[in-house]
C-alpha cells in the first residue's frame, strides 16, 4: 500500500515538473471547498475549508481545513458504512474573478480507510484556466463499506496536484531528414557495406559442400585401402 | 525531378520495410466483387428532365446524374460542392445542360455535355446581398432574380448565347410582401397579395421594355371561393402558374395583359405533357379500389376530359408520391415521381407498371447496426429437442428421428445450396445483416452477401438527433437472433419532427415485424444508453434519459433487475459549450430509477467537438506488450474511459486543439493535451489502451495524427476487477505524431470477435477512397528502446505512406464518404466494413491476413496427388527394394 | 486576374527557401481563380473514353473543386488569397499533387508539395500542368507456382546437390578412365590430403578460404562450387 501511495506522488509531481518548464501563464486561484456529509438525491453542502494555489506553474498551495467537528465525524462515519459517495464541491475563483463550480465524488468508505488523506486533483487547459477539481482517494483496490474508529475521521490530510495539459506531440520531421541525409551520403561514398560475417552470407553453399565432402570422404576409405 | 525520384525512394524503402512486416494486405484482382459490393446512389431528386431515352435528374445532395430509364441505373453522375453549404438552385437543360448551384450569394454556372458529364464551361455569379433569389432561363437568357420585399426587383440577365452578356435592372414592386406568395413563370414575375379572395394578383414581365406591371383581383379570375387561395408554379408552354384551394387548382395562364384561366380543375400535383399526340395533363389520386393506394388520372389539356385513371401497384412501404417530370414517346408514356420517403421511380402508361425504383434514402444514412442472423430450422430443431424437457420419451424420440431424417436429407439433396440464399447463420458469421436508419426516417435491412435490401419500414415525420453536429438515430440491439426461438429485439430512438418529442420504434432486425409499431414518447429524449444486463427473456434493457432528468426504462419491468446493479452504474452527459457531467443511479429504489449527479467538469470556452467512448464489444486479448528485454509493461485499459476533443479560439495561436481522457465514473481528467494552431475536422478514434485523432495544422498547413497510449506500467495494480475509484497510479502515456499526406473525413477501427488480431485504421479520405493503415504503424515508440523487425516495430516515419495497394474500396470510388461501420464477424481475423455516404461500400477486412482460414486458392488437388503419389511411390520402392534384397541373397 | 505567368522549365526548377509558417493574411474581397492542365497518358483514350468527367480536382480536400474540361483544363473559381493544395483525382491513375500560393496582391507561385519539408520550395510552372505519374496498382499480384522457384530454392537446392554427387559420382568411379585419374589424384594429394572432418573443422574454424596446402581438393571443390553458383545464377 505504501508503495503504490508513494508512486502515485511521484508520478503527478514528476508530471508536474517536466512541464513547468515550458509553461507561458501563471496565476492564482483560490478554491473554496465543501462537501456533503448526508447522501441526499439534492445533497446540501457544508463548508470544509479553503485552497489557495498560488502560483499556477509551481502548483503551490496552502491548505486550510478545519477539523471535523464530532457531529460531522459520525455523518461520514454513517456515510462509510452505508457505502454512500462523499461529495465536494469546489468553487474556483481566478485571478480575473471568474468562478465555476466543479463536483466530484470518492466512496465515503475509501476516504475513511485512508483516514482523510484525500488528493485534489485540479486539472487546467492550455491557459492556465481551472476546467475540473476532482477529489480521489490513492488505493489499490476499493471497498463496500467500511467501519472506521471516529478518532481516525479528524483532520484532512489533502495533498493538491495541478495538473498541466501537455502540449501535444509534433512530427518529429528533423531527425528523419538527418536520418535519410545520413543514409543519402552512406550511398554516395558506396555501397552499403554488409557487415555480417562470412558464414552467415554464404552458409547455403558451404553446407551442401561441407555435406558433400563428408559423404565422399565416408565412401571413400575403400578407395584409399585400395590404393594402400 | 532530383526530389521527387527521392520521393519515390522514401517511398520505396517504406515499401520494402512494410513488405518486411507483411502488414500490407491487398486484394487480388480476381477477388474484386466476390464479397465487397457498392451501391451508387444521387439523392432526393429535385429537378427531373427526360432526355432522349435517358433521365437527367438534380439533387438535394447537390448532384447531377444521368440515369438509364430502362432501369435507372447511372450512367454518369457528377458531385458538386458540399450539400451542406451548396445547394442546386437551377438545371435547365437546352442543348447543353445547365446548372446552377451554390451559397446564398455565389454560385457556379456550369454546362456539361449530356452524354458524358463532361465539363463544357463554367462561370460564377457573386452578389453582395445575402437574400433568396431565383434564376430561370428563358429563350437564352438567364435570369436572376432578388426580390426585395416592398420595394423592387433586381434583376440581372445574361445572354447565354452572347458570352454572358450581363445587364441589371430594377423594377419597382411595392407589392411584394412575401415571397412565398409569388411565383416565377419563365419571364413573369407573379404575386398575390393576400390568401383570399379579396387578394390582388399583380404581375410582371421582367424581359419587356416597360415593366408594366398588371393588376388584378383574385375574384375576377376564380370568382366566388371562400377558403385560402395558394399560388403554386406550374410548368407549361405558356407563361402558368396554379391557384389552389382546399384541394383543387386552377391553371392560369398570363399573357401581357391578358389572365385566362382554365374553366376545368386539378389536382395541386398536375403536369402537363406536350409531346404527346395531344397535350395532356397527369395527376396523382388516391385510388378508388381498396387494394390500390394511388391511381393516376389523365385529362385532355383543351377540354379536360378524362382520358383514363390507371391504379398504380403502389408498394405499401413507399411515401407520398408527386410527380417531377413526364415525357411521351411513340405510344408510351414515361412519369417519374418522387416520394416522401426519397424513393424515385419510373411508371410507365398506359399499363401503369412502375419500371423501377430508386431508394434514395440510402443515400442519407445516420446510422448503422450489424445483426447476426438466426440458425436454420433444422439447428433451431435440435436446441428445442434440449429443451422440451417436459415432453415424454416416446415424443422426444420421434422428434430426434425426425430431425435426424432432417439432417440426413440435407445432407444428401444439399440444403446447404438453399440455405446461401435464406437468411441463415454461417458457420463463420460472414453472412450478417445490416440495419440501417436514414435522415428522412426509413429504416432498411440489407443482405452483406449480396447488397439487396431485405426489408424496409418507413417512420413517418421522424428527424435525427443532432449529436455535435452530427444527425444521429439510436439504435439498439436489445437481443441478438441467438436464442431462438425468442426472436432478436432491437430498437430505435428517433425524434418527432413537429413536436421534438421521443419516438420509439421496436423491431425484430431479421424480419422488420413489430408488435407495438411506432410508438410516440411523451418526453423529449437527452440521452439513452442499452445496458449490459439480460433479463430473463435475454432482452438487454435501454434506458432513456428525458432532457428534464427523467430517467425511464424498457422494457419497464427490467427495473428491478436493473435495480440491483445500480449502484455500478454509472452515466455521463454533455452539451456543446463543454459541460461534462457524470451521474450516479445511488438513489434510484425498487421501481423508480434515479439519476443523481456525482461530478462535473468545464471545459469552456472551448467548444466540443468529438466525444468518443470505445466500442461496447471491444475485446481486449493481451494485457501487456513484451519489451524486448522480456518484461510485459502493462495496458491501461480503463472501460470508463472518454476520450474529448476540444477546439478553442485563441486571438495568439488562432485555435488550440485539446484532448482529455476522463474517466466516466470519477470525471478524474487522466491524461490532457493541447495542439497549438491546430484547427479541425478533428476525427477521434478510441480502443483499447490507445486513442488516435486527426487535425490540421495551421502552421504548417497539414493534416496530422497524433496517438497516445496508455501503460500502467510494469506492475499490474489490479489484474482482475478494474474500478474507477482505485486509483493508485495513474497511466503512463507515450504519444506520437505523423503527418497524413491526404484529407481525411471519416476514421474507424477496425473489431474483431476477440481482440487477437490486429487492428487497422479505416480512413475515409476526401477523394472517395477509405484506406486502412496499421496501428502498428501509429503506435508510439517507446522512448530509449531499439525499434526494428526483431522487436516487432517499424521505424518511426514522420509521413504515414498510403500506399494505393492499401485502399479498400480499389477503383470504387465512394462519393462523399460519410461514416464506417465495423462489426466483427465470428471468424476472429475477419471484420465486416459498411462504408456509407452518398454511396453504399460494403466489405470485409482480415488486419492479419486470413490466418484461420484456407487461402481461397488453396489447391485440393495437388495435395491429393502428392499424398496418392507418396503411398504409391512408398508401396513402390518396398516392393523394388524386396526385390532388389532377393537378388543381392541369391548373389 | 493572375499573375502574368512565369514559366519554369521542369528540369531546371528552382529552389530557394521562405519562411511558409506565416500564413498570408487573406483579403476577403478578392477572389482568384487556379487555373491548370491536365496530360493524360498515352494510352488514357483507349481505356477510358469518358476521362475528363470522372477526373476531380480538389482544392483543400474537396473544400474547392474544379472539374476539367474536353481539352483537360480546369479551373477552380472563387478562392480568396491564400494557400492551397490542388489534388487530381481519377480512379486509374495517380497524379502529384501541387501546392498553390496566391498572395494578397493576387500573385501566384505554385510549387510542390513537401509535407516534411514544409520550408522547401521546389517551384513549379503556374498554370498547373498536372501529368498522370502513372496507373494506380490497387491489387496484389497473385503468386504463381513455377518449378524453376521450387528448384532454386536453396533449402531444395542444398538437398538434391548432394542426393545428385552421391547417385552420380558413384557412376563416375565405376568409368575405368576416371578411376585411375581420381586414383592418381589421390595419390597426388595423399600427403598433403589431412583427415577430411579436421580440415572441414579447420575450414569452419577460420571462417576463411582453405589455404594453400589443400590446393588440390579445393580445385575439386571450388569446381562443385562453381557448378552450384552457376546454377545459382540461372
Given at each position: 500500500m505504501i508503495y503504490c501511495l508513494s508512486a502515485f506522488l511521484v508520478l503527478l509531481l514528476s508530471v508536474q515538473k517536466s512541464y513547468s518548464g515550458n509553461i507561458e501563464y501563471d496565476g492564482s486561484v483560490t478554491i473554496r471547498l465543501q462537501h456533503a456529509l448526508v447522501a441526499l438525491e439534492d445533497p446540501t453542502f457544508t463548508e470544509r475549508g479553503n485552497v489557495t494555489i498560488q502560483s499556477l506553474r509551481l502548483g503551490q498551495a496552502t491548505i486550510n481545513q478545519k477539523p471535523l467537528s464530532s457531529e460531522e465525524q459520525l455523518q461520514l462515519r454513517d456515510l462509510a458504512a452505508k457505502n454512500n459517495f462523499y461529495q465536494i464541491k469546489s468553487i474556483v475563483t481566478a485571478n480575473d474573478g471568474s468562478q465555476k463550480t466543479f463536483l466530484s465524488a470518492v466512496k465515503a468508505c475509501m476516504l475513511a480507510e485512508s483516514e482523510l488523506d484525500d488528493r485534489l486533483s485540479v486539472s487546467i487547459d492550455y491557459m492556465g484556466r481551472v476546467i475540473a477539481v476532482a477529489l480521489i482517494v490513492a488505493s489499490k483496490s476499493t471497498c463496500e463499506g467500511a467501519v472506521v474508529p471516529l478518532e481516525k475521521l479528524k483532520h484532512f490530510t489533502t495533498s493538491v496536484y495541478v495538473r498541466h495539459t501537455e502540449p501535444g506531440p509534433i512530427p518529429d520531421t528533423a531527425s528523419y531528414i538527418q536520418k535519410l541525409e545520413r543514409e543519402r551520403e552512406a550511398k554516395e561514398k558506396g555501397e552499403v557495406k554488409d557487415n555480417r560475417s562470412f558464414l552467415a552470407k554464404y552458409w547455403m553453399y558451404i553446407v551442401p559442400l561441407v555435406i558433400v565432402m563428408v559423404v565422399s570422404s565416408a565412401t571413400n576409405p575403400d578407395a584409399q585401402q585400395g590404393s594402400q | 525531378m532530383a526530389s521527387f525520384q527521392s520521393i519515390m525512394k522514401k517511398y520505396l524503402i517504406i515499401l520494402v520495410i512494410i513488405l518486411n512486416f507483411q502488414i500490407l494486405l491487398a486484394l487480388y484482382e480476381d477477388q474484386v466483387g466476390k464479397f465487397d459490393w457498392k451501391r451508387s446512389f444521387i439523392g432526393k431528386v429535385k429537378y427531373a428532365h427526360f432526355d432522349s431515352g435517358k433521365i437527367i435528374v438534380g439533387t438535394e445532395e447537390n448532384t447531377i446524374a444521368c440515369l438509364n430509364s430502362r432501369n435507372g441505373n447511372i450512367i454518369w453522375r457528377q458531385l458538386l460542392e458540399d450539400p451542406r453549404e451548396h445547394q442546386l438552385q437551377l438545371l435547365h437543360s437546352d442543348r447543353d445542360l445547365l446548372s446552377i448551384s451554390g451559397t446564398i450569394n455565389n454560385w457556379f454556372v456550369r454546362t456539361w455535355d449530356h452524354h458524358t458529364g463532361t465539363l463544357l464551361s463554367e462561370w460564377t455569379i457573386s452578389s453582395d446581398k445575402s437574400i433568396p433569389s431565383e434564376f430561370t432561363v428563358v429563350k437564352g437568357i438567364l435570369i436572376h432574380i432578388f426580390p426585395n420585399l416592398n420595394s423592387h426587383l433586381d434583376v440581372v440577365t445574361y445572354n447565354l448565347d452572347e458570352n454572358n452578356q450581363k445587364n441589371t435592372i430594377k423594377v419597382p414592386a411595392p407589392w411584394i410582401t412575401d415571397t412565398s406568395n409569388c411565383?416565377?413563370?419563365?419571364?413573369?414575375?407573379?404575386?398575390?397579395?393576400?390568401?383570399?379572395?379579396?387578394?390582388?394578383?399583380?404581375?410582371?414581365?421582367?424581359?419587356?421594355?416597360?415593366?408594366?406591371?398588371?393588376?388584378?383581383?383574385?375574384?375576377?379570375?376564380?370568382?366566388?371561393?371562400?377558403?385560402?387561395?395558394?399560388?403554386?408554379?406550374?410548368?407549361?408552354?405558356?407563361?402558368?402558374?396554379?391557384?389552389?384551394?382546399?384541394?383543387?387548382?386552377?391553371?392560369?395562364?398570363?399573357?401581357?395583359?391578358?389572365?385566362?384561366?382554365?374553366?376545368?380543375?386539378?389536382?395541386?400535383?398536375?403536369?402537363?405533357?406536350?409531346?404527346?399526340?395531344?397535350?395532356?395533363?397527369?395527376?396523382?389520386?388516391?385510388?378508388?379500389?381498396?387494394?390500390?393506394?394511388?391511381?393516376?388520372?389523365?385529362?385532355?389539356?383543351?377540354?379536360?376530359?378524362?382520358?383514363?385513371?390507371?391504379?398504380?401497384?403502389?408498394?405499401?412501404?413507399?411515401?407520398?408520391?408527386?410527380?417531377?417530370?413526364?415525357?411521351?414517346?411513340?405510344?408510351?408514356?414515361?412519369?417519374?415521381?418522387?416520394?416522401?420517403?426519397?424513393?424515385?421511380?419510373?411508371?410507365?402508361?398506359?399499363?401503369?407498371?412502375?419500371?423501377?425504383?430508386?431508394?434514395?434514402?440510402?443515400?442519407?444514412?445516420?446510422?448503422?447496426?450489424?445483426?447476426?442472423?438466426?440458425?436454420?430450422?433444422?439447428?433451431?430443431?435440435i436446441e428445442n429437442e434440449f429443451k422440451a424437457s417436459s415432453s415424454s420419451v416416446f415424443s422426444m424420440l420421434s422428434h430426434r428421428l425426425n430431425t435426424q431424417a432432417k439432417q440426413l436429407s440435407t445432407l444428401i439433396f444439399g440444403g446447404q445450396l438453399m440455405s446461401k440464399n435464406s437468411l441463415v447463420r454461417d458457420e463463420f458469421g460472414l453472412h450478417k445483416l445490416i440495419v440501417v436508419a436514414t435522415k428522412v426516417g426509413k429504416v432498411f435491412a440489407i443482405d452483406t452477401l449480396s447488397g439487396s435490401i431485405v426489408w424496409s419500414y418507413r417512420l413517418p415525420n421522424v428527424e435525427p438527433f443532432s449529436i455535435l453536429g452530427e444527425d444521429k438515430i439510436l439504435l439498439f440491439a436489445q437481443r441478438t437472433a441467438r436464442y431462438a426461438p425468442l426472436p432478436a429485439e432491437c430498437i430505435l430512438l428517433a425524434k418527432d419532427k413537429y413536436t421534438g418529442k421521443g419516438v420509439m420504434f421496436q423491431f425484430d432486425p431479421i424480419t422488420g415485424y413489430s408488435k407495438r409499431g411506432v410508438k410516440k414518447l411523451d418526453h423529449r429524449i437527452a440521452q439513452a444508453i442499452l445496458l449490459p444486463y439480460e433479463d430473463d427473456q435475454h432482452l438487454k434493457p435501454v434506458l432513456i434519459i428525458s432532457s428534464t432528468n427523467e430517467v425511464y426504462l424498457h422494457p419497464s419491468c427490467a427495473v428491478a433487475e436493473v435495480y440491483k446493479q445500480a449502484s455500478r452504474l454509472y452515466t455521463y452527459s454533455f452539451d456543446e459549450i463543454g459541460t461534462f457531467k457524470g451521474f450516479s443511479f445511488i438513489h434510484s429504489t425498487k421501481d423508480k430509477l434515479r439519476m443523481?449527479?456525482?461530478?462535473?467538469?468545464?471545459?469552456?470556452?472551448?467548444?466540443?467537438?468529438?466525444?468518443?467512448?470505445?466500442?461496447?464489444?471491444?475485446?481486449?486479448?493481451?494485457?501487456?506488450?513484451?519489451?524486448?528485454?522480456?518484461?510485459?509493461?502493462y495496458k491501461y485499459v480503463n472501460p470508463n474511459l472518454i476520450a474529448v476533443a476540444t477546439i478553442s479560439d485563441d486571438l495568439v495561436h488562432k485555435h488550440v486543439l485539446s484532448v482529455y481522457l476522463i474517466d466516466g465514473v470519477t470525471g478524474l481528467i487522466l491524461y490532457a493535451t493541447s495542439h497549438k494552431r491546430c484547427k479541425g475536422p478533428v476525427h477521434l478514434v478510441h480502443s483499447e489502451n490507445w486513442i488516435v485523432y486527426s487535425y490540421f495544422n495551421e502552421r504548417f498547413r497539414r493534416t496530422e495524427f497524433a496517438a497516445a497510449e496508455l501503460y500502467e506500467g510494469h506492475v499490474q495494480s489490479n489484474s482482475s476487477v478494474f474500478s474507477s475509484y482505485a486509483v493508485s497510479l495513474l497511466p503512463h502515456v507515450q504519444s506520437q505524431s505523423y503527418i497524413l499526406p491526404a484529407s481525411p473525413v471519416s476514421m474507424t477501427v477496425t473489431l474483431t470477435e476477440r481482440g487477437i488480431t490486429n487492428k487497422f485504421l479505416l480512413v475515409g479520405l476526401s477523394n472517395g477512397g477509405v484506406i486502412e493503415i496499421p496501428w502498428l504503424l501509429l503506435q508510439p515508440r517507446l522512448n530509449d528502446l531499439p525499434c526494428g523487425p526483431e522487436e516487432s516495430c517499424i521505424p518511426y516515419m514522420p509521413e504515414i505512406p498510403l500506399p494505393s495497394e492499401a485502399v479498400i474500396n480499389y477503383n470504387q470510388t465512394i462519393g462523399r464518404v460519410k461514416g464506417i461501420e465495423v462489426a466483427p464477424a465470428r471468424l476472429e481475423s475477419t471484420s465486416h466494413v459498411l462504408v456509407y455516404g452518398l454511396d453504399l461500400f460494403y466489405t470485409k477486412v482480415a488486419p492479419s491476413k486470413t490466418f484461420d482460414m484456407l487461402k481461397e486458392d488453396f489447391d485440393y488437388m495437388m495435395i491429393i496427388l502428392v499424398l496418392t503419389g507418396l503411398v504409391v511411390a512408398s508401396y513402390l520402392t518396398k516392393y523394388l527394394a524386396a526385390k532388389k534384397a532377393l537378388k543381392q541373397m541369391w548373389k | 486576374m493572375y499573375s502574368p505567368f512565369f514559366l519554369i522549365p521542369l528540369a531546371?526548377?528552382?529552389?530557394?527557401?521562405?519562411?511558409?509558417?506565416?500564413?498570408?493574411?487573406?483579403?476577403?474581397?478578392?477572389?482568384?481563380?487556379?487555373?491548370?492542365?491536365?496530360?493524360?497518358?498515352?494510352?488514357?483514350?483507349?481505356?477510358?473514353?469518358?476521362?475528363?468527367?470522372?477526373?476531380?480536382?480538389?482544392?483543400?480536400?474537396?473544400?474547392?473543386?474544379?472539374?476539367?474540361?474536353?481539352?483537360?483544363?480546369?479551373?477552380?473559381?472563387?478562392?480568396?488569397?491564400?494557400?492551397?493544395?490542388?489534388?487530381?483525382?481519377?480512379?486509374e491513375y495517380t497524379f502529384e499533387p501541387a501546392r498553390v500560393e496566391i498572395n494578397s496582391k493576387g500573385k501566384f507561385r505554385a510549387r510542390k508539395v513537401n509535407h516534411i519539408r514544409t520550408s522547401e520550395v521546389i517551384v513549379v510552372p503556374y498554370p498547373l500542368r498536372m501529368k498522370a505519374l502513372g496507373k494506380t496498382r490497387y491489387f496484389q499480384v497473385r503468386e504463381q507456382w513455377r518449378i524453376t522457384d521450387l528448384l532454386f530454392n536453396p533449402m531444395v537446392m542444398m538437398m538434391v546437390l548432394p542426393l545428385l554427387f552421391i547417385m552420380v559420382l558413384p557412376k563416375m568411379m565405376n568409368d575405368p578412365d576416371t578411376k585411375k585419374e581420381m586414383e592418381q589424384i589421390q595419390n597426388m594429394a595423399k600427403f598433403e590430403l589431412p583427415e577430411m572432418s579436421d580440415m572441414v573443422s579447420n575450414f569452419l574454424a577460420s571462417s576463411t578460404m582453405p589455404s594453400e596446402k589443400t590446393e588440390k581438393t579445393q580445385g575439386m571443390a571450388s569446381k562443385k562450387n562453381a557448378k552450384t553458383r552457376k546454377r545459382i545464377d540461372k
Open positions: - | 411565383v416565377l413563370t419563365q419571364s413573369y414575375y407573379i404575386c398575390i397579395s393576400k390568401n383570399d379572395i379579396s387578394g390582388q394578383l399583380y404581375y410582371v414581365d421582367i424581359l419587356s421594355e416597360s415593366h408594366n406591371v398588371h393588376v388584378k383581383t383574385l375574384h375576377s379570375i376564380l370568382g366566388d371561393v371562400t377558403d385560402l387561395i395558394e399560388i403554386l408554379p406550374f410548368d407549361d408552354i405558356l407563361p402558368a402558374f396554379l391557384l389552389s384551394s382546399n384541394g383543387q387548382a386552377s391553371v392560369v395562364h398570363v399573357d401581357k395583359d391578358t389572365v385566362n384561366r382554365k374553366i376545368y380543375k386539378v389536382m395541386p400535383n398536375a403536369i402537363t405533357n406536350h409531346n404527346g399526340e395531344k397535350p395532356l395533363i397527369y395527376q396523382l389520386e388516391p385510388a378508388v379500389h381498396p387494394d390500390k393506394l394511388v391511381q393516376i388520372r389523365v385529362k385532355d389539356y383543351v377540354t379536360c376530359q378524362d382520358e383514363m385513371a390507371i391504379e398504380l401497384d403502389y408498394p405499401i412501404g413507399l411515401g407520398v408520391p408527386t410527380i417531377v417530370a413526364t415525357a411521351t414517346k411513340n405510344t408510351l408514356t414515361d412519369i417519374l415521381l418522387s416520394t416522401t420517403d426519397n424513393a424515385f421511380m419510373l411508371v410507365r402508361l398506359s399499363d401503369g407498371k412502375i419500371m423501377w425504383t430508386r431508394e434514395e434514402a440510402l443515400s442519407n444514412i445516420v446510422t448503422v447496426e450489424f445483426f447476426e442472423l438466426p440458425v436454420s430450422e433444422l439447428d433451431a430443431s443523481t449527479p456525482s461530478w462535473e467538469l468545464q471545459l469552456q470556452p472551448a467548444k466540443l467537438v468529438a466525444v468518443k467512448t470505445k466500442h461496447p464489444n471491444e475485446r481486449v486479448h493481451s494485457q501487456g506488450r513484451v519489451l524486448p528485454d522480456r518484461s510485459v509493461y | 531546371l526548377s528552382l529552389t530557394a527557401h521562405a519562411e511558409t509558417s506565416v500564413e498570408e493574411e487573406s483579403d476577403e474581397n478578392n477572389r482568384y481563380n487556379i487555373e491548370g492542365r491536365i496530360f493524360p497518358l498515352s494510352d488514357y483514350q483507349t481505356t477510358q473514353t469518358n476521362w475528363q468527367a470522372n477526373t476531380k480536382v480538389h482544392v483543400n480536400g474537396g473544400e474547392h473543386l474544379g472539374f476539367v474540361k474536353r481539352d483537360g483544363s480546369f479551373v477552380v473559381h472563387n478562392l480568396p488569397a491564400g494557400s492551397y493544395v490542388v489534388e487530381v483525382f481519377n480512379p
